[in-house]
């Protein structure tokens, strides 16, 4: 391999010389000079975490190399390495290696680096988990200014008010830090009902919300989209979790006829105190000390009711260990309803919270034969203690 090692500055420095939508081509390129590497292609995981779809290849003239592809990922080696979070390798035929590397930024599964070299030495593994590492960083930053990359995790046609929703959520599904691991998810990625998540993370505190806006199509989107704006705009403004509700609560009543139930948490991160307010949402789940359990909470009015409310705090602490999960009435009503969310979040337990959520979303859409009548969605906090100075990886390490 070239100068034993292909160098983390190389790959970003090429990178960004490049235009945004090359930046894959390139640190293709750069592979097959320095590793010999051939058939080097991303997949960028679907919205569904189901699919990988790979991303082509496009020549010197800009014309894309091939059709894009699509491969289950179930069972398959790209599924092996966003669970593990670690390089496969497995036989490519004529004494070669296909090396399957994961292209992840702080827990958000972009996608997996493939490619197939002549030999797969440690040197060369490493400078291909290195390259992978690099890419994801890329991809976060260069998406803002090109949708290949949403084109490419897109297995279906949105309608118009699930692209209003889905540009409601956070970019990333997953979060690592000292203190915590979150992950959220929402099915079905195609439809709509009004539901969102949304986090931020400040210098003490992170800050949660899922919310479910009442109706469907582009009114209840609509309606999500007024309801997460007044959230941020309160978060952003420094406000408290009681002034978030309020301010999203007069935001509707002011300039919608609709309703919306909601969860917004505070947790601090020097202690794991976490100040609590619920509009008329599903109790949070806590697994502690391998129980699972519904925290019976105080249950206020959905923002936006047509009548006086008053919203209120809720303290509670979490413990290093604990596992915090927040739902959508689509997780558990009508047909989701017969999913054992609770033998499900046991059965889990050591798993990252990822995988977590994708485990019930599965569940969750198998139980409805994939038709859901309303949106599933959910959010899994792992409390990892305040005293925490490495973040957790879904491979068990710290990094």
């Not at 919300?209 to 007024?226: E, F, K, R, W």
Request: with cysteine; charged share 25%; aromatic share 4%.
């Amino acid at each position: 391999m070239g100068d034993e090692g292909l160098l983390l500055d190389d790959v970003l420095r090429a990178a960004e010389d490049a235009a945004p939508v090359e930046s894959v081509d390139v640190i293709a390129r750069e592979l097959e000079k320095r590793c010999s590497a051939s058939e080097v292609s991303l997949w960028l995981v679907d919205m569904l975490g189901r699919e990988a779809v790979r991303l082509p290849r496009t020549d010197a003239a800009g014309q894309a190399l091939g059709q894009p592809e699509r491969r289950e990922l179930a069972g398959s080696l790209y599924d092996r390495v966003l669970r593990s979070q670690h390089l496969h390798q497995e036989p490519a035929g004529e004494g070669r290696r296909r090396l399957a590397a994961p292209v992840t930024n702080r827990g958000d599964c972009i996608g997996v680096l493939d490619l197939v070299v002549p030999r797969a030495d440690d040197a060369l593994c490493e400078a291909v988990t290195r390259a992978a590492h690099a890419l994801a960083y890329i991809v976060v930053a260069d998406r803002r200014f090109t949708d290949l990359y949403h084109w490419g995790r897109r297995t279906s046609t949105m309608s118009l008010a699930a692209e209003i929703q889905h540009q409601l959520l956070p970019s990333a599904a997953c979060c690592e830090a000292a203190q915590f691991t979150l992950a959220a998810g929402l099915v079905p990625a195609d439809d709509i009902g009004g539901d969102t998540y949304d986090y931020a993370l400040d210098q003490d505190a992170l800050y949660l919300s899922i919310t479910d806006a009442m109706g469907h199509d582009t009114d209840s989107a609509l309606l999500a989209t007024l309801t997460v704006n007044a959230l941020r705009r309160a978060r952003r403004d420094g406000d408290g979790v009681l002034d978030q509700a309020y301010a999203a609560h007069h935001a509707i009543t002011r300039y919608s006829r609709g309703m919306t139930t909601g969860q917004l948490l505070r947790v601090r991160l020097g202690t794991g105190a976490c100040e609590l307010v619920n509009a008329g949402h599903p109790w949070p789940l806590r697994l502690r000390g391998g129980r699972v359990e519904e925290l019976a909470i105080t249950v206020n009015m959905p923002f936006g009711v047509p009548a006086p409310v008053t919203y209120e705090v809720q303290r509670l602490r979490l413990e290093p260990g604990d596992r915090l999960i927040l739902i959508t009435d689509g997780m558990h009503e009508r047909a989701a309803a017969a999913v054992d969310l609770l033998s499900l979040i046991h059965a889990t337990r050591d798993e990252h919270p990822r995988e977590v959520v994708r485990s019930l979303t599965s569940a969750v859409h198998k139980a409805c034969a994939g038709a859901l009548p309303d949106d599933a969605t959910l959010l899994v906090l792992d409390w990892h203690g305040s005293r925490s100075t490495q973040r957790r990886t879904s491979g068990g390490s710290n990094t």
